[in-house]
């Protein structure tokens, strides 16, 4: 989501009546890659560009290949096999030791139905969906057309090829469910077509109880990576937008109203830094009623022991899936100290979970960096956080 919003914003600094511009998104990876399927780079004429589809090797031919598509508007998907020893024909270096498909597609703003206007459509729903994108078919034409699906069954597209359509259709529903993103073939009347097709869901947002001066790098790295981020206290001191000029909103909140003031979902994780043990008893006690999958309490385990004695006291009895969610004391082993340090171990945690990841050496890690299909080689990326809006439109 972070590629996408980053698109979206500085697209809408481009003059085009005196630029044009071109998105590149990979769309297949056989084999390993810096970047998995679904990492897009917004590219304009005068040689710029922001997003990435690699580790920089990458990004210097397809600049020149977009200059050919924004020329003639017309998209094209080019293939890097980065298995070769030398890659002199394509003037860079690759070492990822993979093929890679990328599909760059050029921007007309006149066309309602451009790659931006779908990324932005994507955005203002704030709600998982699915997307397929065309890249190799035998008509041209229909290579960059898209299909957009939301939970709901709501449809956005721009496809001719009605056969085509259908089939998609129907791996996009699924998709909710596999939350597979991957290239797919398909066949109709002996031709064959590939389609990238992604679960998307939106920004990871942040919550940050207590505006202390350790919450502020917390604050800082989280929005670096794009994701939302609330600082809420019940002093106004401790939050003045001096303290925290990144952050996207912050709140005067008394802890009674906590569940009712802030909309916590599925992809909102929450930090309890406030050093006040009652204060944070109190607003877990409240977050253990919402959605979030992560729940971070600073300090020693002793203290959230202290709290689970006083739940006990009252009845309160925390589920195995609360305490799969809690995490005190919060943060990684990489033995930080600092506040700086500290914030790199809250924040590679909340990444870890969202990932499903264990937070580990990746040097111990049996399997690919990348999850792959063992048949293909191909990369695909495995989305795990459920969807609540898909479940509740199944159920209603």
Known sequence: MKDLKTIVHESAKIDFSQRKAAVATVV???GSSYRSPGARMLITDDGRW???ISGGCLEGDALRKARHVMLYSE??????DTREESNQNL??????????????????IQDINNPIAFFESIIKMDAP???????????????GKKL????????????????????????????????????????INGKEKEVF????????????FGGGFDARPVSQLAKSLGWDVTVTDECVAHIAPLFFPGADNLSLCQREFVEHHFTITPYTACVLMSHNYEYDRDVLKKLLKTETPYIGILGPRKRFDKMEEEYSRENIILSAHDRHRIHSPIGLDIGAEAPDEIAVSIIAEIQAKFANRSGGFLKYRTGPIHQRDTAGDQVFKQVYLHSYEHESAKSS
């Open 129 to 143: 969906v699915a997307l397929a994108t065309i890249f190799a078919h035998n008509n041209e034409k229909e290579i």
């Open 75 to 80: 998209p094209m998907t080019v293939t890097y």
């Open 197 to 208: 097709i992604e679960l998307i869901q939106p920004a990871v947002s942040l919550i940050i």
């Open 28 to 30: 297949k990876v056989r």
């Open 148 to 187: 957009l699906i939301t939970p709901g069954a709501t449809k956005l597209h721009n496809l001719t090829d009605v056969a085509l359509e259908e089939l998609i259709s129907r791996d996009l529903e699924k998709l909710f469910d596999t939350k597979k993103s991957e290239a797919r073939k398909y066949t």
């Open 91 to 108: 003037g860079i270096g690759l070492g990822c030791n993979g093929v890679i498909d990328v599909l760059i597609e050029p921007v007309d």
């Open 50 to 52: 922001v997003g990435s």
